[in-house]
């Protein structure tokens, strides 16, 4: 079972373990980054399981943020997704690392991960989807594809399919074996 210290760390079963985006980190570092910044990010995913859970006031949604929240919404109305999985966090038993994944289901036709961003694209971020597939497949979850969701303030959306990510999970690897836990 995964568990969290206070700082955030992940254990299994006691045992230190990498999250996905500590090996983005590693591999394309953006951190650290303006607290701002991450907590936008919280909120904003906080606010996107509202929406998808049928839950959310927008009353309550931050002047700042509902640029990005149209931008999901019309997103969500476009592309009509097909939500299995909302904010799930798996562990890959055979390399011993763990990930919270934001969406699981069917986009475009495809048993698919996908990532809802709402911040500016990153070097990292084509390092953070194909361990999220490979985690789901591990799981029992057959997942074909992996798309990143960037949500703008002018409440425009851009989906952007993460090609050959069998070679990046190969280099997402690599970023496992040079990980050292704290």
Known sequence: MITYDDQGRAFWDGERVPRVTEICNLLAPRFPCDPWYLDRGRIGHLIAQYHDQGELDELTIDPSLRGRVSAYDKFCREVNPKIELIEITLYHPKY???GKL?????????????????????????????????????????????????LKDSGDYRVKEVKKPSILFSKFLEGVKEWKPE
């Not at 694209?121 to 074909?144: F, H, M």
Request: net charge negative.
């Open 102 to 150: 934001d969406r699981y289901g069917i986009i475009f036709q495809w048993k698919s991960v996908w990532d809802i961003k709402f911040g500016v694209p990153s070097d990292a971020d084509i390092y953070q989807l194909p361990p999220y597939l490979y985690l789901l497949r591990a799981n029992g979850y057959p997942a074909e594809k992996a798309f990143d969701v960037y």
């Open 96 to 98: 011993h690392y763990c």
